[in-house]
Structures are given as structure tokens and as C-alpha cells.
């Protein structure tokens, strides 16, 4: 018998189906758990407000960790429980560095996205599909120059992300950054961007706060995820399961592979390790 408390879950890839809708399935599974008392949590890279409606409008969530960990977000009460911010010098810098590359970049500051107007047109070319593409144009907003204006607010960013055509150069830039930038975590997590947060901003760090914020011991938790941002969240929870469709490196920190994102994976392994036992 599993006694877990709280399930994180990733959205895209893992939650949401390669369509970016919530299944039956995986719905009457959360639906399930959240009725036997336990704390349902998405964890994404998206901030709240870049959530889909149908997660935001789900009756049994009460907190999300967003922005790959650098804001823990009540969402009953509209406040956040915990924050780990890029500061803004160090994200200036990240910018100036991303200006020498042929990538579009934006960053994440107040709980929605901005982006330099004229990266922001050239979307098309680096969205990596349909619903990327549909995500930077709607949330997003464009301004004359990221840089400048970030520099007349004066106050930090949640998180920064640059997209790539160019998969080898993605690549290597996944490996470069973080000796270049070692006081940010840098990862991924869709098949052509790279993500820059603070060093305390993971979803495993986020999700061991949020347990310790709710008394629930970090062994009686269950976390979801595909990509490699959501690795550091499978290690920390008591149960980490990668989906059939996650990176090999997502699968090899996990405790179990379940099925994909598009065959009802998320509420498979919920019945297997919670609602059958």
C-alpha cells in the first residue's frame, strides 16, 4: 500500500495529451485521488496564467508549482507560498549572450510572458509546432526591446527561454550554458528550447517546500513528468514515474515508465499505485 499524499504532475507531454487536452481518463483518475484526500499539483514550466482553462478550472487543485519551480502559487487565496527569481543583472546577461545566437528568446517576470517585438514576429520560424507556436503568440507580449524595458522595471525574472532551429546547437548550448552561467539551472522542456532559472528553482526543490509547507513528508508524494525539467521533481518525490513517451534520461531517474501522455499514462500508474491498492 502506497500511502501518498500529494501527486505532482507535469502538463505538457505528460498530463495533457499531444493535443493539449485533458483526457476522461486522466481526469476521473485525479478526480479519484483528489476525493481520498490527496493534494493534486501541477508542476509546469508554464507560469499560472499560461495554464490551460481546463487545469485552472479543476475544483481539486489548490496549488501549483509553476515556472519550473520558481513560484509555488496558492491558488485559492491568489498568493504565492514560495519564489526563487532570477536576478536581473545576471538575467541581462543570459540576454546578451542569447543576442550572439540565431535564436528567438523571451523571459517570464510578474507571472506572464514578454518578449522583444521583433523575435516575437519571427515565431513561426522557431515555434516547434502548432501549439508552441499558439503559446508564444497568446502568451506573450511584445515590446520594443526586452533588455531596455527590463531594465526601467528594475526587478528580477522568473525565468528565461530561448528557442532554437538548429537541433546541434541546441544541444551543445544545453551542455555550454550551465559552465557558463553556473548560478542558473539550465534545462529543456520541448524538443527545441533551452530554459534558464535560478539555481533554487526546480520543481523537486519546489516540491519538497510544498511539502514541507503542508506537513506532508516528502516520502508520501508522487510526481509525473517527460522532459528534463522534470527530473529533479521524479528523484525528489517519494514515487517518480517518467512517461512512456519522456527523454531516456527522464526514464532512467524515474521509479517507473508508465504509458504515454497519449495513451491515459498519468491514470494508469494513479490506479496501479494508489486506486487499486
Same mark, same amino acid.
Given at each position: 500500500?502506497?500511502?501518498?499524499?500529494?501527486?505532482?504532475?507535469?502538463?505538457?507531454? *505528460?498530463?495533457?495529451?499531444?493535443?493539449? !487536452?485533458?483526457?476522461?481518463? @486522466?481526469?476521473?483518475?485525479?478526480?479519484?485521488?483528489? #476525493?481520498?484526500?490527496?493534494?493534486?499539483?501541477?508542476? *509546469?514550466?508554464?507560469?499560472?496564467?499560461?495554464?490551460? !482553462?481546463?487545469?485552472?478550472?479543476?475544483?481539486?487543485?489548490?496549488?501549483?508549482?509553476?515556472?519550473? #519551480?520558481?513560484?509555488?502559487?496558492?491558488?485559492?487565496?491568489?498568493?504565492? =507560498?514560495?519564489?526563487?527569481?532570477?536576478?536581473?543583472?545576471?538575467?541581462?546577461?543570459?540576454?546578451?549572450?542569447?543576442?550572439?545566437?540565431? =535564436?528567438?528568446? $523571451?523571459?517570464?517576470q510578474g507571472g506572464w510572458g514578454?518578449?522583444t517585438k521583433e523575435l516575437y +514576429?519571427?515565431?513561426?520560424?522557431?515555434?516547434?509546432?502548432?501549439?508552441?507556436?499558439?503559446?508564444?503568440?497568446?502568451?506573450?507580449?511584445?515590446?520594443?526591446?526586452?533588455?531596455?524595458?527590463?531594465?526601467?522595471?528594475?526587478? +528580477?525574472? !522568473?525565468?528565461?527561454?530561448?528557442?532554437?532551429? +538548429?537541433?546541434?546547437?541546441? +544541444?551543445?548550448?544545453?551542455?555550454?550554458?550551465?559552465?557558463?552561467?553556473?548560478?542558473?539551472?539550465?534545462?529543456?522542456?520541448?524538443?527545441?528550447?533551452?530554459?534558464? @532559472?535560478?539555481?533554487?528553482?526546480?520543481?523537486? *526543490?519546489?516540491?519538497? @517546500?510544498?511539502?514541507?509547507?503542508? #506537513?506532508?513528508?516528502?516520502?508520501? *508524494?508522487?510526481?509525473?513528468?517527460? $522532459? &528534463?525539467?522534470?527530473?529533479?521533481?521524479?528523484?525528489?518525490?517519494?514515487?517518480?514515474?517518467?512517461?512512456g513517451n519522456a527523454d531516456d534520461?527522464?526514464?532512467?531517474?524515474?521509479?517507473?515508465?508508465?504509458?504515454?501522455?497519449?495513451?491515459?499514462?498519468?491514470?494508469?500508474?494513479?490506479?496501479?499505485?494508489? &486506486?487499486? @491498492?
Amino acid at each position: 500500500m502506497h500511502n501518498v499524499r500529494l501527486i505532482a504532475l507535469d502538463l505538457d507531454g *505528460t498530463l495533457l495529451g499531444s493535443d493539449k !487536452q485533458l483526457s476522461a481518463e @486522466n481526469r476521473s483518475a485525479l478526480e479519484r485521488a483528489a #476525493g481520498s484526500g490527496i493534494e493534486i499539483v501541477p508542476a *509546469t514550466g508554464r507560469f499560472y496564467r499560461g495554464m490551460p !482553462q481546463v487545469i485552472r478550472e479543476l475544483p481539486f487543485v489548490n496549488y501549483v508549482i509553476s515556472i519550473n #519551480g520558481a513560484q509555488v502559487f496558492d491558488v485559492a487565496n491568489q498568493k504565492t =507560498v514560495c519564489s526563487c527569481d532570477i536576478p536581473l543583472e545576471l538575467a541581462l546577461s543570459v540576454m546578451e549572450r542569447l543576442d550572439e545566437l540565431p =535564436v528567438i528568446y $523571451d523571459c517570464f517576470q510578474g507571472g506572464w510572458g514578454w518578449m522583444t517585438k521583433e523575435l516575437y +514576429d519571427q515565431a513561426e520560424l522557431f515555434a516547434a509546432n502548432v501549439h508552441s507556436l499558439e503559446m508564444i503568440r497568446n502568451l506573450r507580449t511584445p515590446v520594443p526591446d526586452l533588455k531596455e524595458c527590463l531594465k526601467e522595471r528594475s526587478s +528580477d525574472v !522568473q525565468k528565461i527561454q530561448a528557442f532554437f532551429r +538548429d537541433m546541434e546547437l541546441r +544541444d551543445k548550448m544545453l551542455k555550454e550554458f550551465p559552465k557558463e552561467f553556473p548560478d542558473l539551472i539550465v534545462t529543456s522542456a520541448i524538443v527545441n528550447n533551452v530554459e534558464f @532559472n535560478s539555481r533554487g528553482a526546480e520543481k523537486g *526543490t519546489a516540491l519538497k @517546500n510544498l511539502a514541507v509547507y503542508l #506537513g506532508i513528508p516528502i516520502g508520501q *508524494t508522487m510526481s509525473f513528468g517527460d $522532459d &528534463l525539467n522534470d527530473i529533479s521533481m521524479l528523484k525528489t518525490s517519494g514515487i517518480g514515474v517518467a512517461m512512456g513517451n519522456a527523454d531516456d534520461e527522464v526514464k532512467k531517474a524515474a521509479d517507473y515508465v508508465t504509458d504515454s501522455c497519449d495513451n491515459n499514462g498519468v491514470a494508469k500508474a494513479i490506479k496501479r499505485f494508489i &486506486l487499486e @491498492n
